[in-house]
């Protein structure tokens, strides 16, 4: 009869030590937490998300007229920064608060929604997955109260 050991031998004891190791590392890859900077693509990527959203917000015919009068290179620089900061980056942002910005512009809720769209909208067209453009969209959802002007509040 042939005995088997129940202690395993040396090189089998290494490979499994290295199996462990390995799959430890493997799973700590998987869950290993990146910011929202990192998931969008970090500089660059914000950089094109709102680029892309810039030019989707201007031909929207449901907010565009509300832009005639803005700097738009500002306003891109600004968004940039903007999403940098609220998505753990880098960065400083420049500008106003959202209320003094927005403050008598007279914003309803429905061109609110039709903004946020449009950024989602350029985050589809750059393959953002959606898991990442929920967690931008739950960041910008509580500025509503500063930009929607509260005589237009829906
Ligand atoms: C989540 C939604 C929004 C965000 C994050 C946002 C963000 C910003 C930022 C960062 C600026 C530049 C601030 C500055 O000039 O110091 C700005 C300016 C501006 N935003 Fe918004 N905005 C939002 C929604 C809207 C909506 C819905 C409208 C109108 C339909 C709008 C109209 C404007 C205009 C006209 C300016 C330029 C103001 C000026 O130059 O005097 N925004 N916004």
């Given at each position: 009869?042939?005995?088997?050991?129940?202690?395993?031998?040396?090189?089998?004891?290494?490979?499994?030590?290295?199996?462990?190791?390995?799959?430890?590392?493997?799973?700590?890859?998987?869950?290993?937490?990146?910011?929202?900077?990192?998931?969008?693509?970090?500089?660059?990527?914000?950089?094109?998300?709102v680029?892309?959203?810039?030019?989707?917000?201007?031909?929207?015919?449901?907010?565009?007229?509300?832009?005639?009068?803005?700097?738009?290179?500002?306003?891109?620089?600004?968004l940039k920064e903007?999403?940098?900061?609220?998505?753990?980056?880098?960065?400083?942002?420049?500008?106003?608060?959202?209320?003094?910005?927005?403050?008598?512009?007279?914003?309803?809720?429905?061109?609110?929604?039709?903004?946020?769209?449009?950024?989602?909208?350029?985050?589809?067209?750059?393959?953002?997955?959606?898991?990442?453009?929920?967690?931008?969209?739950?960041?910008?959802?509580?500025?509503?109260?500063?930009?929607?002007?509260?005589?237009?509040?829906?």
């Amino acid at each position: 009869m042939k005995f088997i050991s129940p202690v395993p031998s040396a090189p089998i004891m290494a490979s499994l030590l290295f199996a462990l190791l390995a799959n430890t590392t493997a799973a700590q890859a998987q869950t290993a937490p990146q910011t929202l900077y990192q998931a969008l693509g970090s500089e660059s990527g914000i950089s094109q998300i709102v680029d892309e959203a810039v030019g989707i917000i201007l031909q929207d015919e449901r907010i565009k007229a509300s832009f005639k009068e803005t700097n738009i290179p500002r306003l891109a620089q600004l968004l940039k920064e903007q999403f940098c900061v609220i998505s753990a980056g880098p960065c400083k942002y420049s500008g106003d608060d959202m209320k003094t910005v927005h403050q008598g512009l007279g914003i309803n809720a429905a061109q609110f929604y039709a903004l946020a769209e449009d950024v989602q909208i350029a985050m589809d067209k750059l393959t953002i997955p959606s898991a990442t453009q929920n967690r931008l969209m739950a960041l910008l959802a509580p500025m509503k109260r500063d930009i929607v002007s509260p005589r237009l509040k829906q």
